[in-house]
């Protein structure tokens, strides 16, 4: 439990407990917080470069940007990113699923082996394939709470999913990005797209909250991933900014869309 937290200056910084602030966190001037836990402050502040991501998914693991704050910030200079952070691709380093020729399977859900071939990694959208299959879709469409999928490659690395962020705050000014996509690979199967809910009282800003599937360069693209705004009041945000768009795959099918759904007040 603290008073204040800022990380400045280009320094980065990771707590492993619940971060508990009667003030504020302040992440600037290309500072980078590390969220392993529950952040919960009266103001989140994020801006002049600063970034908010997570942990990467391991084997047996996966991790989440988790902040609650009265008035949470992010300037157009700044980001809430969990992009590839997700469910780890097909030959990827740290994936426990055997590496063999033509068929580097994606770890998804439970950590079980997903898709395969040349197959893009599937969340809320199925993932392309021209050989192989995409793993099935999984997880609430009204309550997103699991990472992206990673794609599959015949040899070498396919790209992992996107990552899981859950957002609580009375009010949400958003002028840069919040995204969870998935992993462009240098040659084989996309990562899909990550998880998002955010629970706002009033959503302004000029930003994007985007969940998109990445795209490839010789196989499926990623499918889109989930997510959920709840919300009072988004008079000052243009909810077309909003996105789970499946990549585009080449020589092979694009991503399936993502799932988005909005529930304002009164439904």
Do not use: H
Request: proline share 4%; no cysteine; aromatic share 6%.
């Amino acid at each position: 439990t603290l008073t204040n937290l800022r990380v400045r200056r280009g320094a980065r910084m990771k707590v492993n407990d619940q971060t508990n602030l009667t003030g504020t966190l302040e992440v600037s001037l290309g500072g980078e917080f590390i969220s392993v836990k529950r952040v919960i402050a009266s103001t989140i502040d994020v801006n002049n470069g600063g970034i908010v991501t997570q942990l990467p998914t391991t084997a047996t693991a996966f991790f989440k940007v988790d902040l609650s704050a009265t008035t949470l910030t992010v300037d157009a200079t700044s980001k809430i990113d969990v992009m590839a952070l997700g469910f780890l691709g097909g030959g990827k380093p740290g994936n426990p699923l055997p590496r063999i020729p033509f068929n580097n399977a994606g770890m998804t859900i439970g950590f079980q082996s997903g898709s395969t071939g040349q197959s893009g990694g599937g969340y809320g959208g199925l993932g392309g394939s021209s050989s192989g299959t995409s793993n099935p879709v999984y997880g609430d469409f009204r309550d997103p709470n699991e990472p992206g999928s990673g794609g599959a490659a015949l040899f070498g690395d396919a790209g992992n999913g996107g990552g899981l962020i859950r957002i609580v705050a009375q009010t949400l000014q958003l002028d840069g990005v919040i995204k969870a996509e998935g992993e462009t690979p240098t040659f084989y199967g996309g990562g899909s797209g990550g998880g998002i809910r955010i629970d706002v009282g009033a959503l302004r800003g000029t930003g994007q909250v985007t969940a998109n599937g990445a795209g490839s360069n010789n196989a499926g693209g990623g499918g889109g991933g989930r997510v959920a705004v709840y919300y009072q009041n988004t008079a000052g945000f243009d909810l077309a900014r909003i996105t789970a768009f499946g990549g585009t795959g080449n020589a092979a099918p694009n991503g399936s869309a993502g799932t988005i759904y909005l529930q304002g007040p009164g439904r």
